[in-house]
């Protein structure tokens, strides 16, 4: 009884709560048969169900291997079933400083089925073991303690200052985990594709279908003609023509490779410089027109940038001119990381030395 009383005093919410992103707040938080679950499906229509399977697989045991204090491993395999699954063990971590650590251990079952074409992803059975160190600490499910009713206050809008950290942490988790998984099936179909056409551009495009899905696709085109909207050094608005027939792969793009250098504006509109060679061209992913752009991952100060930043600018310069030519207009999709090998693979006159972080955004109109 004491307990109870304990957990709910510590679940009550206050006015002074800060954190009230969507994502975190009311339908954030599944139920599947009275259990805290949560479920994505991504497609690969170039994939069979062996191929997902695979890579799944090697992504599944590179990511969870037993490291003592925490025991996380594949659990099961069946290929012909094309199932894994995973006992996940982590930690949490509230917040650290030199006097003090706020973290929980999470433990989860994570299922992966494969089929041809597609990847269906769960995430449930939830719980935690909190301040172990601590007279052994206390232990929770998911179910009695991130659901709206312990974790949020009465209208729904702000997070429990205990129960709460908890369920964000939790959210964070999930979606590195099904991002994780998104982003290693992405680079098996690019790389699918460059390998069965090498000669050709691909058209990588990653298009949800629902809340819960998404359609990765990257296939050889034939030339053609799309619309790109850019913003020129005055701020006015305008829509050039991206003709792949024309040789190198664009006009557009044949500016860009005669520009004398090339900057990167994130964050309080701070800037940095990087190499040409780091431009990797137009294309569509989520169903958007979107521009590529690789950092150098030693680059430590640009990354942080780009990683703490939701918008950015692309700017182009011409051999003696302070002023850009052309400034491209990003909001962030994604990040990706790029080794040298596969920089390479990319880039014939990359020296594959160096690994990079590729960030992909969408091209605002």
């Known amino acids: ?34 259990k805290v679950t949560f479920k994505t499906e991504i497609q690969t229509p170039s994939l069979t ?12 045991t590179e990511r969870f291997k037993p490291e003592e204090p925490l025991n996380a491993r594949v659990l099961y395999t069946n290929d012909e079933e094309g199932s894994i699954a995973v006992g996940g063990e982590e930690y949490l971590v509230f917040s650290s400083s030199a006097l003090s650590l706020d973290r929980t251990r999470i433990y989860y079952q994570l299922f992966i089925t494969c089929a041809n074409g597609k990847c269906n992803v769960t995430m449930t059975r939830i719980r935690y073991w909190y301040d172990e160190a601590r007279n052994g600490g206390e232990k929770y ?16 809008t702000k997070l429990a200052p205990i129960c709460g950290k908890f369920r964000r942490e939790t959210i964070n988790l999930k979606d ?12 098996k179909v690019l790389n699918d594709s460059q390998t069965a056409a090498a000669s050709t551009t691909p058209s990588i495009t990653a298009t949800p279908i629902s809340n819960n899905a998404t359609v990765i696709t990257a296939t050889p085109v034939a030339p053609a003609t799309q619309q790109v909207t850019i913003d020129n050094n005055k701020g006015v608005t305008e829509t050039k023509t991206v003709d792949n027939n024309s040789t190198p792969t664009s006009h557009i793009d044949e500016q860009i490779k005669a520009a004398s250098r090339m900057t990167i504006t994130a964050g309080n509109d701070e800037q940095f410089e ?26 430590s100060m640009g990354n ?44 014939p006159d990359n020296n594959g030395q160096k690994a990079y972080n590729m960030y992909v955004g969408e091209i605002i109109k």
């Open 49 to 60: 169900k062996e191929q997902l399977y695979d890579t799944m697989l090697k992504w599944a």
């Open 304 to 347: 942080m940038l780009m990683d703490q930043s939701d918008d950015y600018r692309i700017s182009f310069y011409k051999q003696g001119s302070n002023e850009p030519w052309l400034i491209i207009k990003c909001k962030k999709l994604m990040k990706q990381t790029v080794t040298g090998e596969e920089a390479k693979k990319m880039n």
């Open 176 to 187: 590195m985990l099904f991002g994780a998984i998104q982003n290693t099936l992405g680079n």
């Open 1 to 34: 009884m004491k307990k109870i009383l304990f957990m709910l005093l510590l679940c009550l919410p206050f006015i002074s709560m800060a954190q009230t992103d969507a994502k975190y707040l009311a339908g954030a938080i599944t139920l599947d048969e009275g």
């Open 274 to 299: 990087i190499g040409k060679e780091c431009w990797g061209g137009f294309g569509q992913l989520f169903g958007k027109e979107v521009a590529f752009c690789l950092i150098d991952q030693s680059k």
């Open 141 to 156: 499910n998911a179910e009695e303690w991130i659901i709206d009713d312990m974790a949020l206050n009465k209208s729904k």
